[in-house]
T-cell receptor, first 115, second 115 residues
Framework: ETGVTQSPTHLIKTRGQQVTLRCSSQ?????VSWYQQALGQGPQFIFQ???????GRGNFPPRFSGLQFPNYSSELNVNALELDDSALYLC??????????????FGPGTRLLVL | AQSVAQPEDQVNVAEGNPLTVKCTYS??????LFWYVQYPNRGLQFLLK??????LVKGSYGFEAEFNKSQTSFHLKKPSALVSDSALYFC?????????????FGRGTSLIVHP
């Protein structure tokens, strides 16, 4: 088990609502990445935060936003939920930006269902 | 653009037999390559990575992978499969050209090890 925790574990929302997912990174890690994993698919990169600044973003619309706090924990916010947002949301932490070489440690994920 | 292909949705192997899970990639520069394993209702666990150097990389739980630049492949292998190896396996790549280091994951391969 990694030291990365996520809350809540499961969530049900309706279309148009807003949701906030939370991630606590592994001790000593200052970088957090968020991924969306749809059923039967691999994880898709949403964005990454390094020392409270966004440091890369995948092909997701602006209604997906995030924050990283001074203790390096992080939030993923999704506004105006759509049915296709139903997925497992994974958080991953690492101890640096090592030019892409760093190993990421994943949390157990939050499963979001949008009705 | 970078991409990863895992050509087999499912691999079946008998316990004690060698296993191979295939991965091919496409990048503009040099690749950083990763293998992760996902058990049901869990996050991804890091197995191994190739950054540079020896083409044969050894990782956790007896797994290894061979980087083949000419075939643009990074197949995951284990000499003797265990029933407990049954899980979903993901290959991921990061392109060293461009500087963003955003990872791309394959769709995953379900490994089933039969007793």
């Amino acid at each position: 088990e990694t030291g990365v925790t996520q809350s809540p574990t499961h969530l049900i929302k309706t279309r148009g609502q807003q949701v906030t997912l939370r991630c606590s990174s592994q001790s000593g890690h200052n970088t957090v990445s968020w991924y969306q994993q749809a059923l039967g698919q691999g994880p898709q990169f949403i964005f990454q935060y390094y020392r409270e600044e966004e440091n890369g973003r995948g092909n997701f619309p602006p209604r997906f936003s995030g924050l990283q706090f001074p203790n390096y924990s992080s939030e993923l916010n999704v506004n105006a939920l759509e049915l296709d947002d139903s997925a497992l949301y994974l958080c991953a932490s690492s101890d640096s930006l090592a030019g892409g070489q760093e190993t990421q440690y994943f949390g157990p994920g939050t499963r979001l269902l949008v009705l | 653009a970078q991409s990863v292909a895992q050509p087999e949705d499912q691999v079946n192997v008998a316990e004690g037999n060698p296993l191979t899970v295939k991965c091919t990639y496409s990048v503009s520069g040099n690749p950083y390559l990763f293998w992760y394993v996902q058990y049901p209702n869990r996050g991804l666990q890091f197995l191994l990575k190739y950054i540079t150097g020896d083409n044969l990389v050894k990782g956790s739980y007896g797994f290894e992978a061979e980087f083949n630049k000419s075939q643009t492949s990074f197949h995951l292998k284990k000499p003797s499969a265990l029933v407990s190896d049954s899980a979903l396996y993901f290959c991921a790549v990061r392109d060293t050209r461009g500087g963003s280091y955003i990872p791309t994951f394959g769709r995953g391969t379900s490994l089933i090890v039969h007793p």
